[in-house]
């Protein structure tokens, strides 16, 4: 398999450059073009029921921030990689270039972690008719006062399960 060439390499290298304890990466395929799956995702899973806090910017919704569940916890897109503006269903391009999402998380209220960081790739797939959708999160901890870091262990599986179930049913209801 050839290496993607991605829309915007820069948050690539930030995301996995990024220091962190854990790491979740969940997958998903659907069919549609990268960059209008992509576009689906943001408003169906991103946007979704949440309560926004700033709409971002342009088609990619930079800036977006969202009020998640726990108190005073929010996510905000920091960087979009898309296909050009002539190129809105991204089909051009959609057999060999990846759009990808990046966000972050904080504050983060109730949830021990000091750093967050999240990157959703929209892989062409079938010459581009289809996406596989890979969702990945690193994440550090707090630590304790000896150094150690703090036991995350039952949020990491509530936010993976959480994760897992936001990623299943937008694969499920794509393009209905």
């Known amino acids: 398999m050839s290496t993607p060439i991605y829309y915007d390499s820069k948050s690539v290298d930030a995301y996995a450059n990024f220091l962190h304890h854990h790491t979740i990466t969940l997958h998903q395929q659907v069919d549609g073009t990268p960059a209008v799956v992509l576009d689906a995702w943001i408003e169906k899973v991103f946007v979704g029921e949440h309560t926004i806090l700033d709409q971002g910017t342009g088609r990619g919704r930079v800036g977006l921030k969202r009020l998640l569940a726990v108190p005073n916890a929010h996510e905000t897109i ?64 707090m630590k304790k006062e000896d150094g150690e870091f703090v036991d995350d262990s039952q949020i990491l599986e509530r936010i993976t399960a959480l994760l897992k179930k936001e990623i299943d049913e937008f694969a499920h209801g794509y393009g209905k």
């Open 78 to 141: 920091l960087a979009v990689g898309l296909p050009p503006e002539d190129d809105v269903d991204g089909a051009a391009a959609s057999a060999s270039r990846v759009p990808t999402v990046l966000f972050d998380m904080g504050p983060f209220g109730i949830i021990p972690w000091s750093a967050m960081l999240s990157l959703v790739e929209f892989v062409p797939v079938d010459g581009g008719k289809k996406t596989a959708i890979k969702w990945g999160v690193k994440i550090l901890p």
